[in-house]
């Protein structure tokens, strides 16, 4: 029997919302499907009340799971295979899935969604299980399964599959609106933007360049790291600011102990800005209590001061291995250890305050006015995007 | 007149370059002239198109990007691999094994640290199919045997070593350092890199460019840089980079592992009809063993010496080889002997070797040509 699994059964994480939240989810999460659906020539994307099926028309089934398991929002994927509503269409589907499983122990587990199906869930697995056991070498083992065997009964139509695999949980992207992702050349960025993304917040982001204090490799970092993210948002707006009148302004009027603060602080207002510019709900940033002097605590409350939104810190109780440890599994991590300078680096002080105080930061500030810079700074930021998969010209050089 | 179009059987010597690499190189030669180690932004972009191109073949090997080392020539990389080794390994011991039936680069490199640096190494032996003794191998290793390199493929008469075989003797009863030589492996048979600790290939047998060779390191290891220099290639080799050979090295690689399978079987289609058809002519003896590489035929013809036979066949627009052209100079091949070939048979040896531009027609036409060749004498 040449039967072939060429459906994707999408199921829903942390559904835990009802009513309007819960179609404003499906439809959300269809939309960003469909969306990561479009490389993939003919797959269709169907939606139900609490089911997105994803058919395959031919498409490469290891790599369109593999783009779904990137999603945020799904909790499982099962490649499965749909029959209609018949017994022995059933147990011979099943069996031809099994036959081409190495010798493995199995339970089948059925759901009945449709309740005025003629058997009820344990006639229908003592069914499955006897077929699948007379015709292959299976055993079963219904505490510890090493294959799960599927079955959905939904009206009109039954889904089996024996290859289900996790998806990446979380939020469909763009249920939480909009926040302005503060981002570096460094490790922890790109790490707090996956997060934000994961619990459903799309991100913009902004970098603070300083040309000829920053190099065109830095920047480059920077995009490529943004281009990782992609994965799961498949567009990202980016903001670049230059910032090198300002940042030198700075130096010559902040004493050297404060520069780093103040210039964390025109780096927040000038997100803010531009946040406000395009709806942003939020700031996200990468930082994390105590690591480095302008992060301790008194640090961050002397920074968030200006911020009238809301600053998330998604990575604020992180050890950073852990940090590491999620920049290696979406990929970031060997991009953002390449060796170039980047805009927090070149004007680093040799001896930074780890306890500023506001008085003093708000002091120093009154010392130069500012804000034409800050507004400048705005005003002048380039916006480019960045997507998913995008062919770049030297792409034809590999 | 009706020219007759050349028959090229000398890919183990180098194959064409593949037209994608050659459009590459008219974008690479006009805009990034770039020295890649300059911080400019010129410099940066070569810069990064070499680390692209590093990261995309350690992903088509298997391997970290941290682990690809480019060299000029796969010579060059045995040389770094062995010589490298066991200068920075001998406190641990100067015994090497390798075999009789290696490439030159690997041969010469070892009799050098045999004469002037006091190393010990035994040459194990083959058999008639040039395939050697796992035993003898396993009784060879000895408490201070540092390294033991061994070739994948032969270049000169195809036979394949079983290299997981090797992997599992040298890594259970040695301590030793596994060096392998894929140069005739690579885009043609699938390679298992895993637990191999120097593994060399070459661009210009995959439809790349000449000057152009890898060493893969399992970074545990740690080389005696040869050329001493700058910080290129983790200053293992020191030297401005040759970023148009590095950079269209990935692409080479690339096509040549997308079509692998697909080639292989018309290879082999090839391969096989030579092979029945030669057998045919008397006193022709074929060399390859018949689990040896699709892409490599060579046989013995002792009544025309291989020199002439490669003339009769140039004439007639047919490019073979005799044995390697890295050792064509010399009288006799090391391998020939090594597998126990008499010196007239090992006089008149031919080797054919296959790739993406060879026909079934070519084959055709070799078997009539050589029929002919056969007849007259000449």
Redesign the interface.
């Known amino acids: 029997m040449d039967i072939k699994a060429d459906i994707c059964v999408v199921r829903f994480a942390e559904l835990s919302t009802k009513g309007k939240n819960k179609k404003d989810f499906v439809r959300l999460l269809r939309k960003n499907i469909n969306e990561a659906m479009r490389s993939f020539d003919g797959v269709k994307v169907v939606g139900s009340f609490d089911r997105i099926y994803v058919y395959l028309n031919g498409a490469d089934d290891v790599l369109v799971l593999a783009r779904l398991q990137q999603i945020f929002g799904i909790s499982t994927i099962s490649l499965a295979v749909k029959v209609e509503q018949d017994i022995e269409q059933m147990k011979d589907v099943a069996v031809a899935l099994m036959k081409r499983e190495p010798k493995s122990s199995f339970k089948v587990i059925t759901r009945r969604a449709d309740k005025t199906f003629g058997l009820v869930t344990d006639q229908i697995n003592r069914a499955l299980g006897t077929a699948i056991l007379m015709n292959t070498e299976h055993v079963v083992d219904v505490h510890n399964p090493e294959i799960k065997v599927l079955v959905e009964v939904r009206p009109g139509e039954v889904y089996i599959t024996v290859n289900t695999v996790q998806g990446a949980h979380g939020f469909p992207v763009g249920i939480q609106g909009k926040a302005m992702l503060l981002i570096s050349g460094g490790i922890d960025s790109p790490v707090a933007g996956y997060l934000s993304n994961k619990r459903g917040i799309e991100v913009e982001c902004v970098h603070f360049q300083s040309p000829p204090y920053t190099s065109q490799a830095a920047l480059s970092k920077v995009m490529d790291l943004t281009r990782k993210m992609t994965a799961g948002q498949s567009e990202i707006r980016m903001h670049i600011v230059n910032f090198t009148d300002l940042q030198l302004q700075i130096n010559h009027f902040i004493p050297e102990s404060y520069r780093i603060t103040i210039m964390r602080r025109m780096m927040i207002r000038i997100a803010q800005g531009l946040a406000n510019n395009r709806k942003c709900k939020a700031l996200i940033t990468g930082e994390c209590v105590g690591q480095v002097a302008s992060q301790t605590l008194d640090s961050i409350q002397v920074i968030s001061a200006v911020a009238d939104l809301p600053i998330l810190r998604p990575l604020v109780m992180f050890d950073k291995n852990d940090i590491i440890a999620i920049a290696e599994k979406i990929g970031t991590y060997d991009i953002s250890i390449r060796p170039y300078e980047d805009c927090c680096t070149v004007f680093t002080p040799i001896n930074p305050v780890t306890r500023p105080t506001l008085h003093k930061a708000e002091f120093y500030e009154k010392s130069f006015d500012f804000s034409p810079y800050v507004v400048e700074c705005i005003e002048k930021a380039e916006t480019v995007f960045v997507k998913y998969n995008e062919k770049r010209a030297e792409d034809t050089l590999f | 007149m009706q020219s007759i179009p050349d028959i090229y059987f000398d890919y183990a010597s180098t194959a064409p370059i593949h037209h994608e690499v050659i ?2 190189t008219h ?2 030669l006009p805009q990034f002239y770039a020295n890649p180690d300059s ?1 400019h ?1 010129l410099g ?1 972009q070569v810069g ?2 070499m680390r ?2 590093r990261e ?1 073949i350690a992903s088509l090997l298997h391997v970290m ?1 941290q682990m690809v080392i480019f060299t000029g020539s796969a010579t060059e990389a045995n040389n770094m691999a062995i010589k490298g080794a066991a200068f920075k390994n001998q406190h641990k011991g100067k015994h090497c094994i390798t075999t009789k039936i290696e490439h030159s680069s690997v041969l010469n490199t070892f009799k050098q640290l045999q004469e002037y640096f006091g190393f010990e190494v035994d040459y194990l032996d083959v058999d008639a199919f040039g395939v050697l003794s796992y035993d003898q191998l396993k009784q060879s290793l000895r408490k201070d045997t540092i390294l033991v390199s061994i070739m994948a493929i032969n270049n000169e008469i195809g036979t394949i070593a079983d290299i997981e075989q090797i992997k599992k003797i040298v890594k259970s009863s040695s301590s030793a350092i596994l060096h392998v030589d894929f140069v005739q492996m690579l885009g043609k048979y699938p390679i298992d890199l895993n637990r191999i600790d120097l593994a060399t290939f070459s661009a210009h047998k995959i439809g790349g460019l000449k000057g152009s060779g890898l060493l893969i390191r399992n970074t545990q290891v740690e080389l005696m840089p040869l050329i001493s220099g700058g910080q290129q290639e983790y200053s293992l080799r020191g030297g401005t980079s040759n970023t148009l050979a590095n ?2 090295f ?2 080479a690689l ?1 096509i040549a592992l997308e079509k692998m399978v697909s080639e292989f079987s018309r290879i082999k289609e090839i391969n096989d009809y030579l092979r029945s058809e030669l057998t045919l002519i008397p006193q022709l003896d074929i060399l390859t063993p018949q689990s040896g590489s699709a892409y490599i035929l060579a046989f013995s013809y002792p009544s025309i010496p291989s020199e002439i036979m490669m003339n009769a066949l140039s004439q007639r627009k047919i490019y073979v080889s005799a044995h390697s052209t890295c050792t064509s100079q010399s009288a006799y091949s090391h391998v020939h002997l090594a597998i126990g070939l008499k010196e007239h048979a090992a006089n008149g040896v031919i080797r054919l070797s296959f790739g993406d531009q060879t026909t079934m027609n070519q084959a055709h036409r070799f078997i009539e040509v050589f029929k002919e060749i056969v007849k007259n004498g000449y």
Do not use: F, H, M, V
Request: aromatic share 6%; no cysteine.
């Open positions: 459009e590459a974008t690479l911080l932004t940066y990064d198109l692209i191109s995309k990007p950079i269209t990935a692409k690339r």
